[in-house]
């Protein structure tokens, strides 16, 4: 099942291959998951190294924008399909850069929510999982079988 918001309007598969990849790895979140991102009108900006400017299309609803540097392509898939589920994290969950509040707090239940999808939270980032167990109890999350392993 292809998303609305997957589209990938501004993701070129033939220099953002990792990017691309990552974001085919999201269609296998929960469905209930998918419809609430499906709700939330996002735009992808994925440019190529070297990009000096664009002009995009602002979202008709006044949805979000997840941008995506260039430089992600030089890190491990891995590490790039957790980049991408943690930004999809933030739009499950209603995050914005624009808004006040404890940023550890989001970026803590961000990633403990891509946990819970069962993806792997780089080490640098473990100590944000401490607020799994919260998360769980208040959003009813729990992780899905061999959680951690994609």
Known sequence: MK????????IDSRF?????????????LP????????????????PTAGSHGLVLPAPANRGVLIYLDACL????????????????????????ALVSGDLTERERLADALVASWGFRVPKHRKGTLSG?????ASEGFSPPEGAGAK
């Open 16 to 28: 953002r291959s990792k990017t691309h990849k990552a974001f085919a790895k999201a269609l296998e």
């Open 132 to 136: 799994y167990e919260e998360l769980r």
């Open 73 to 96: 392509e030089e890190e491990s898939q891995s590490y790039v399909n957790y980049v991408v589920m943690h930004e999809l994290a933030h739009v499950f969950r209603g995050d914005s």
């Open 3 to 10: 998303e609305p918001w997957l589209r990938w309007p501004y």
């Open 31 to 46: 469905q209930d998951v998918l419809a609430i991102l499906n709700e939330r009108n996002i735009t992808v900006h994925a």
